[in-house]
């Protein structure tokens, strides 16, 4: 095993630290949105409950695997070095490849064009309707402004230190639970009988949607392994991003012990919330009124049911605080990775330097403006398809690497050992396979994109060889 490389990050986070950075990167926008699209996919309350809980536990045990890999190096970097170990140097550049143009900045920019739609609510002028320049067939609008204008503020706090970004995320991350958990209480009081009676009736009868005639058809077999892939775009996209704490293992206190528990007791939190969200959506929203939510946005359609008119204020805060939240870790989290890469020397070189303030500034910049750039698309479904197949083939390869390590380097110390080895970890490598999979087939125009640009990486690897660290 290589030593720990002397870099002179300051280990000031702690195990709630850690948490709250796994809950706030992995809440964002998702679960105010994707249940309406996932409803019309499968059209049964059964199936909408059945894809968060398979979700939620192939998230825990990913996430309990990746402990064993963080206790084994626990430096920054995270899930880029655990790659490299495993499988050298063009893998780990692969996924440092993906992760840059694909995984972290194409997450970052989901996230901020969703905190822009629902500051359209607060303030209209902020809409993506309000064009502000046209040129050919590219249209800039106010709502992209407002997305890169939030990555653009959270880059410059992080840049100034880890100190006062950890704090925001802290703060926003427990009020983020708060608000989330008063929803769910608030709804369950609010509860219909009828209506969940009603959502039940068929609860495991599969039916798409005809958005043009707005009526269900029967689904089986081919159709509903499509609607499937389909309805886990959203859950897993709502589900990801909680190995950023991993790449900030080198500013963590005690990383052997906290980075594992910090995964498992975010992962776990979160995915509690996300059913028990879906579970409240069901005893309020008709099923029909679930999937046909103006802009998918089901959590307003909630949130109306319950508080009435002033729901949709409640709601637009809720997500702008929760996005701001996710984007703040996201942004604190990935430029690690840019920054031991470059130390490895497959990454910009100005990237493998620290600030003043100790934190990799370049970096934090150099993902700004690529995330920026993502946000012109300004299309949160694509982007969503985009990332969620890079991420799964990243994830299965990396706790793939857990059983090679354990071949590479059967002698290492392991404080922390993958729970259920080799069970677990193998039962998550064929569900995540099957999804990738299912994924290639169904979304083939978008996710055949993303792999598309995971796979330009070995070229480039190669022609830039030369320059990397022997």
């Not at 653009?152 to 100190?163: E, I, M, P, Q």
């Not at 050992?417 to 995540?432: D, H, N, Q, S, T």
């Amino acid at each position: 095993m290589q030593e720990e490389t002397k870099d002179d990050f300051k280990r000031e986070l702690g195990l709630l630290d850690g948490t709250m950075l796994v809950v706030g990167s992995m809440i964002g926008s998702g679960i105010f949105i994707v249940s309406s699209d996932m409803v019309r996919q499968l059209g049964s309350a059964g199936w909408l409950i059945a894809m968060w809980v398979l979700t939620g536990t192939i998230t825990v045990i990913a996430a309990v695997s990746y402990g064993e890999l963080s206790a084994l190096f626990p430096k920054a970097g995270g899930q880029y070095v655990y790659i490299k170990e495993a499988y050298g140097r063009l893998v780990g550049f692969l996924y440092g490849w993906s992760f840059f143009a694909v995984i972290q900045t194409g997450t970052i920019a989901a996230v901020g064009v969703a905190f822009s739609k629902f500051a359209a609510y607060l303030v209209p002028a902020f809409s993506d309707k309000n064009i502000l320049y046209e040129i050919g067939s590219f249209q800039l609008n106010a709502a992209q402004i407002v997305s890169i204008v939030t990555i653009v503020f959270l880059s410059y706090l992080n840049s100034k230190g880890v100190k006062n970004s950890k704090t925001l995320q802290t703060v926003l991350t427990v009020i983020k639970i708060l608000s989330l958990a008063g929803l769910i209480i608030f709804g369950f009081f609010a509860a219909k009988a009828e209506v969940w009676d009603a959502n039940w009736a068929n609860a495991w009868s599969s039916q798409a949607l005809d958005n043009s005639t707005g009526t269900w058809l029967p689904i089986s077999g081919a159709a509903l392994i499509s609607g499937i892939s389909a309805a886990l775009v959203g859950s897993m996209f709502s589900s990801v991003a909680w190995e950023g704490v991993t790449f900030i293992a080198a500013e963590i206190k005690n990383p052997k012990r906290n980075v594992g528990l910090s995964l498992f007791l975010g992962t776990f939190i979160v995915s509690v919330i996300y059913i028990l969200a879906n579970i409240m959506y069901l005893s309020v929203v008709p099923l029909q009124e679930i999937a046909t939510a103006e802009s998918d946005r089901v959590a307003v359609v909630a949130s109306q049911y319950i508080f009435g008119s002033i729901g949709t204020l409640i709601i637009a805060v809720m997500i702008m605080i929760s996005t701001f939240a996710c984007n703040n870790g996201l942004i604190m989290a990935g430029a690690r990775v840019y920054y031991t890469m470059a130390q490895d020397g497959v990454f910009f070189k100005k990237a493998a330097k620290l600030n003043e303030a100790k934190v990799p500034a370049w970096s934090i910049w150099a993902q700004c403006i690529w995330a920026s750039a993502l946000c012109l698309t300004g299309k949160y479904g694509d982007l969503l398809d985009f990332v969620v197949i890079i991420v799964l083939i990243f994830y299965i390869l990396t706790i793939l690497g857990i059983f090679i390590l354990r071949r590479k380097m059967p002698d290492a110390e392991r404080s922390y050992k993958a729970f259920g080895y080799p069970v677990l970890p193998a039962i998550y490598i064929i569900v995540a396979s099957a999804i990738c999979l299912a994924l290639l087939y169904t979304k083939t125009s978008t996710s055949g994109w993303g792999v598309l640009i995971m796979l330009l990486g070995i070229p480039v690897y190669y022609l830039t060889k030369s320059n990397i660290k022997k």
